[in-house]
C-alpha cells in the first residue's frame, strides 16, 4: 500500500507536490492506472488512481473518500522536553506517530539541555511515520516553549506529570480511564526538579508513575504513549 501525504488536497483530481511525484514515479515506479493512497492529516483517506505519471506533477483521479478514518475515542496530549541528543527526540516522535498521539508540546524547564528544535524536520519525521503506520491524522507539533507557560494553559481532560522522584504517586493505568482526554507531561533527561512539581501539582496536574524503572525521557514518552493506547483498545 502506498500512501503519500497531501494536506491540500481538493476535488476529484489532485496533483502530488514535486518531492511526492518523484517518490512515486522515480522511487516506486509507479504508473498510469496504479492505486495509491492519499491521507490529508486531518483524518481523510482517499483510494485514487494515477492518470499521469509526470516525475514533477503527477496526477491522479480520487475513487474513494473516508473521512475520520481511523479515529480514536479520546485526545491525548504530549508536554515532553526535547533530548539533548536530537536523535533520540526524533525517535520518539516517529513511535509516539505510530502508537497514536495527537499533539505534542515541546518544553524547557530549569534542567533542559536543549532549548531550540527544528520543527520542519520533526515533521518531515512525523509524515513519514504517519505514512508508515497508515493514519490518516498528523500530530500537531506546536513550537518550543518555557515549562511554566505549559502548565498554565487551559487543558481538555485529565493532567499528569510524570517523574522520578520519591512521592505519593499513582501509576498511569490507574489515572486514565477509556475515553478520557489527558496531557502528560515528561521531564527532560535530568527530570523536573521539586519546584516544578509543586507548581503543577498548583496548576492541577496530578503525580504519576510510569513503573519501577527509572526511564529515559523518550522512552518515558513511549510509555506514557503505549499505555494510554492499550487502555483504549
Not at 62 to 91: C, D, Q, S
Not at 215 to 225: D, H
Not at 226 to 233: E, G
Given at each position: ?11 476529484s ?14 522511487v ?8 495509491v493512497?492519499l491521507?490529508d ?8 488512481r ?11 483521479v480520487?475513487?474513494h ?24 527526540f526524533e525517535?520518539?516522535?516517529?513511535k ?14 530549569q ?11 520533526l515533521?518531515?519525521?512525523i ?19 518555557s515549562?511554566n ?19 505519593e ?10 475515553n478520557?482526554?489527558?496531557?502528560i507531561l ?26 519501577n ?21
Amino acid at each position: 500500500m502506498h500512501i503519500f501525504y497531501t494536506p491540500d488536497i481538493s476535488g476529484s483530481e489532485f496533483i502530488l507536490n514535486e518531492e511526492e511525484s518523484k517518490h512515486c514515479t522515480r522511487v516506486l515506479r509507479l504508473k498510469i492506472h496504479d492505486i495509491v493512497y492519499l491521507v490529508d492529516g486531518v483524518g481523510g483517506f482517499y483510494s485514487a488512481r494515477i492518470i499521469d505519471d509526470n516525475p514533477k506533477r503527477c496526477k491522479v483521479v480520487v475513487y474513494h473518500t473516508e473521512n475520520e478514518f481511523g479515529k480514536r475515542n479520546y485526545i491525548l496530549t504530549m508536554g515532553i522536553a526535547p533530548t539533548k541528543n536530537i536523535e533520540r527526540f526524533e525517535w520518539y516522535l516517529e513511535k509516539a506517530t505510530e502508537i497514536g498521539v495527537d499533539r505534542i508540546i515541546p518544553f524547557f524547564s530549569q534542567q533542559s539541555e536543549r532549548k531550540i528544535i527544528k520543527a520542519e524536520r520533526l515533521n518531515k519525521i512525523i509524515e513519514s511515520a504517519m505514512k508508515q503506520s497508515k493514519s490518516a491524522y498528523h500530530p500537531v507539533l506546536e513550537d518550543i516553549i518555557s515549562f511554566n507557560e505549559l502548565i498554565s494553559r487551559n487543558y481538555e481532560g485529565i493532567k499528569l506529570i510524570a517523574h522520578c522522584m520519591e512521592s505519593e504517586k499513582i501509576l498511569l493505568k490507574n489515572a486514565v480511564h477509556k475515553n478520557n482526554n489527558s496531557i502528560i507531561l515528561i521531564g527532560p533527561e535530568g527530570d523536573f526538579n521539586t519546584d516544578e512539581i509543586r507548581k503543577a501539582k498548583l496548576k492541577g496536574f496530578t503525580e504519576i508513575s510510569l513503573g519501577n524503572n527509572r526511564l529515559r525521557t523518550e522512552t518515558a514518552g513511549i510509555v506514557a504513549c503505549h499505555t494510554i493506547s492499550l487502555i483504549n483498545q
